[in-house]
């Protein structure tokens, strides 16, 4: 029973750094292009003959 009182807050700590996490990377536009690095792979732009 003395293990839940430092087991609970920790827990809500790491949610609430991984809810933090998780928004900051929406701001900062982490998801707005899915399919452009799957493009860019199969770009043969740099193509030496």
Do not use: H
């Not at 949610?15 to 860019?40: I, N, T």
């Amino acid at each position: 029973m003395n293990t839940l009182i430092y087991l609970i807050p920790i827990a809500l700590i790491l949610g609430g750094l991984g809810l933090a996490a998780f928004l900051w990377a929406l701001k900062s536009g982490q998801y707005e292009d899915l399919d452009g690095a799957s493009w860019r792979v199969l770009d043969d732009e740099d193509c030496r003959p």
